[in-house]
């Protein structure tokens, strides 16, 4: 079985800190993503990657960077946490090719205070 | 006007009733279709994948595609209060490895 892991379920953080948001996955996966879900919203692509310190921007990268030096680590940055940042969190990976499965992990719940 | 529109719902049903969940889009490229599930605090989990128009089905779930009115639709029979989720459709074309995500239906089924 496929299996994404993210480093924290829930997380507090306060205005201005720098937050970082990590994604395992185990089935040698070439590509990442990183989301957020809101409510009225559904989930928007923040960044990608598609190969080891590859990455790309999704819809809404701004206010996020991302690292890839491991191909099986995908690390979301938050570099000042604001408040409208705060929302799930959601990773994900998928084989390269042609709109192949993406499997998710559990989300990370991110209030910024 | 978004690339792919969903009811939100709540969509609430009796248990064993035929439920229809419906997305809408706007991109004529769109060849690949999907639909999640996503329990709640959990994150989605693929349900049915279709490749271009048609029907699939799996159990008591059918997909159906119509690329003719870019329309899409799930279909659960003899639904069960276990599949009380928001359901996700989600499509992109050929050429990309991204999805687009409709905003999920939330979908009750009661005994």
């Known amino acids: 079985d496929v299996k994404v892991t993210q480093s924290s379920r829930y997380l507090v953080k306060r205005t201005g800190e720098k937050v970082f948001l990590e994604c395992v996955q185990d089935?040698?996966?070439?590509?990442m993503f990183w989301y957020r879900q809101d409510p009225g919203l559904g989930l928007r692509l923040i960044y990608f990657?598609?190969?080891?310190?590859?990455?790309e921007k999704g819809d809404i990268p701004e206010g996020y960077s991302v690292s890839r030096e491991k191909k099986e680590r995908f690390s979301l940055i938050l570099e000042s946490a604001s408040t409208n940042q705060t929302s799930m969190y959601l990773c994900a990976s998928s084989s390269s090719g042609n709109q192949e499965t993406q499997y998710f992990g559990p989300g990370t719940r991110l209030l910024v205070l | 006007q978004k690339e792919v529109e969903q009811d939100p719902g709540p969509l609430s049903v009796p248990e064993g009733a035929i439920v229809s969940l419906n997305c809408t889009y706007s991109?004529?490229?769109?060849?690949?279709f999907m639909w999640y599930r996503q329990y709640s605090r959990k994150g989605p989990e693929l349900l049915m994948y279709t490749y271009s128009s048609g029907n699939k089905e799996d159990g008591r779930f059918t997909a159906q595609v119509d690329k003719s009115s870019k329309y899409i639709s799930l279909f659960i029979r003899d639904s069960q209060p276990s599949d009380s989720a928001t359901y996700l459709c989600a499509m992109g074309p050929d050429n990309t490895d991204k999805l687009i995500f409709g905003t999920g239906t939330r979908l009750q089924v009661f005994p």
């Open positions: 990657s598609y190969d080891v310190k590859m990455k």
């Open positions: 991109n004529s490229a769109f060849q690949y």
């Open positions: 089935m040698d996966h070439e590509n």
